[in-house]
């Protein structure tokens, strides 16, 4: 069932002094521009082409191919990128050639960008025909993808896409907006904001050349970019314009290895788009992605190559007998993790067969643990103590309780950082201005993976306020460090039932499947009960440590909201935590 790679005792390698991190910072930030690239050794000369691609409305499309010297018809893999010429990165797979589209608006690409739309993914199929008849293909195509390029995907399924052997997406969202732009209905401006940027920045920088070509295609990329930032803002519910970004059906029949991490900042969409793809043969791989990989791990890249080895070239070699759901889980936290703690768990879906939600009550009875306004615990079954407690909603530590979003720029130097002041990333300085609920401490290890969700019975002084939940694994030495985030717009209370996951056992919901498509702002000290999200928790709560749960206010990475004092009403709130069937959290906590 379990594979432990780190039992032995976790050593955290000594922080460095300021100038070893500064030099390391800067080394991170070059490493940083190389994530999720999985490419293998050079085993050859290799020979690359640029061709251009007309689309049924005349809009030109870039796009290169690469291939061992000299170009030949072979199986290829295409990416359908925004990131200009270089893309995501396509894996180097001897014997297998290599295409990336740079997609409208975008690159060297002509025509508006339209935020991964409708236009974007008929292109999609009408270049996957174009593909499938060059005189370098050899008709079988595969699907490659990492991020926005997962997405374009994701989106285009429900097309029928020519030639399509195989697909490895990794991250990727599964509904743009409740995945990543608008999670909960809380506007996450600091990865649109980032995104855009690594767009924009490889149109800016091939600027010259599609002017050079195309005078009159600058305009339709810099109002491309310009609409695509304002839709944002102009649809703050999940309208027609957001779920025509989102995935809408699968008419295909190909089998998908979908790479993920826990912290990632898509997270919740990959694990969604499984879901989806699942029937058709595909495997579940979560092993990092934008959040990175644990130290002297391959990210999965070995597993990736034989994907494609099977898929393209025909290679018996196993691949499509693997689990169908392989499980890296963080032993501690986010940065053990990245150092090399983690343990493996092999399934046959997702979530893991036979995982129970077990219900923890947050409850007014004091841990003794005394680090944030209430020092509250959370208990198995009822409360002991409930009763009001309240806290403001004030904007928080991002890099504290805002774990996808760290993770995002963690190879970008902040990993560096935090190594040398690892109270950035901890609740140290976060906590003390919310509420928390710790478990004593427990008295064997409690391996928790899955949905999870936070049922809160909560009024505010505020009509509209975000709602922010943290999930951590506090250690022996009292430090609480975050493993999972939740967050939701009072604005939206309603959950849509039928597609919510219930617990098999108890019928309750947990994982909501919260209706963003109508804002119904609450009355000022109305209370109303919330179902917020959590995004899959994957970690092992080691015997020794506590679960503790906290309530913030919004992060500083999400739109500025007013300040607000919100009330909890404890006899009705509730943790409701996904704990694999090998553990017995009750047990563990002396229930």
């Known amino acids: 069932m379990f594979s432990d790679v780190a039992r032995r005792a976790h050593h955290r390698p000594s922080r460095p002094g300021p100038r070893r991190w500064v030099a390391r910072l800067a080394a991170s930030a070059v490493t940083a521009l190389t994530i999720g690239l999985l490419a293998a050794p050079a085993h050859g000369a290799t020979e690359s082409r640029v061709e251009r691609f007309v689309a049924s409305d005349g809009v030109s499309l870039r796009t290169t191919v690469t291939g061992e010297a000299p170009l030949a018809p072979r199986p290829t893999i295409v990416e359908f990128t925004p990131y200009g010429k270089g893309g995501a990165g396509i894996p180097d797979v001897p014997g297998v050639n290599r295409l990336t589209v740079e997609i409208r608006g975008t690159g060297d690409s002509d025509g508006r960008f339209d935020a991964l739309g409708p236009r974007t993914q008929k292109d999609v199929a009408e270049t996957l025909r174009w593909a499938c008849d060059r005189p370098w293909s050899d008709g079988r195509l595969g699907l490659n993808g990492f991020s926005a390029s997962a997405i374009t995907i994701y989106n285009s399924l429900h097309h029928e896409l020519p030639c399509v052997e195989a697909a490895v997406l990794k991250s990727g969202t599964h509904e743009l907006y409740r995945d990543l732009l608008v999670p909960g209905g809380v506007n996450n401006i600091v990865p649109g904001v980032g995104v855009l940027a690594m767009i924009g920045a490889p149109a800016l920088a091939q600027g010259p050349e599609r002017l050079f070509r195309n005078p009159l295609s600058a305009l339709d990329t810099v109002l491309g970019l310009a609409d695509s930032g304002l839709s944002e803002l102009l649809h703050p519910t999940l309208d027609t314009w957001w779920r025509e970004r989102g995935m809408r059906g699968n008419v295909n029949d190909f089998p998908t290895l979908v790479v993920n991490g826990w912290f990632d900042v898509e997270s919740r969409g990959a694990f969604q788009g499984f879901q989806a793809l699942r029937e058709h043969g595909s495997r579940l791989l979560v092993v990092g992605a934008h959040d990175g990989a644990p130290k002297g791990t391959d990210g999965g890249a070995d597993e990736v190559r034989a994907w494609w080895r099977h898929h393209l070239v025909g290679d018996d070699n196993g691949a499509d007998r693997e689990p169908r759901v392989k499980l890296w889980v963080a032993d501690g936290g986010r940065e053990t993790y990245l150092d090399g703690a983690f343990v493996r768990r092999d399934a046959d879906d997702w979530p ?197 749960l906290h309530l913030v206010g919004p992060s500083l990475g999400s739109l500025p909201s007013l300040p607000a004092l919100n009330t909890v009403d404890l006899g009705g709130s509730r943790l409701h935590l996904p704990v694999l069937p090998e553990s017995d959290l009750g047990r563990a906590l002396g229930r």
Request: cysteine-free.
């Open 352 to 548: 893991v067969p036979g995982t129970r939600w077990e219900t923890l009550a947050l409850d007014a009875t004091r841990s003794g643990r005394g680090r944030s306004l209430n020092d509250g615990t959370l208990t198995p079954g009822r409360a002991r103590q409930a009763g009001l407690q309240s806290y403001l909603s004030l904007p928080s530590l991002i890099t504290a309780t805002d774990v996808p979003t760290t993770a995002l720029v963690g190879a970008a130097g902040l990993n560096e950082l935090t190594r040398f002041l690892p109270i950035l990333t901890d609740m140290t300085l976060a906590e003390p201005l919310g509420l928390s609920y710790v478990t004593p401490p427990l008295r064997e290890d409690v391996v928790s993976v899955g949905p999870g969700s936070v049922e809160l019975v909560l009024s505010s002084t505020a009509p509209t306020v975000p709602l922010w939940v943290v999930v951590s694994d506090v250690g022996p030495d009292g430090n609480a460090r975050p493993v999972a985030t939740g967050r939701l717009s009072t604005a939206f209370p309603d959950v849509v039932t039928d597609e919510s996951l219930k617990d098999p056992e108890t019928g309750r919901i947990v994982q909501p499947y919260n209706d963003l498509t109508h804002a119904r702002p609450a009355a000022i000290g109305q209370a109303r009960r919330y179902h917020v999200e959590l995004w899959p928790i994957g970690n092992r709560f080691k015997r020794g440590h506590r679960i503790a």
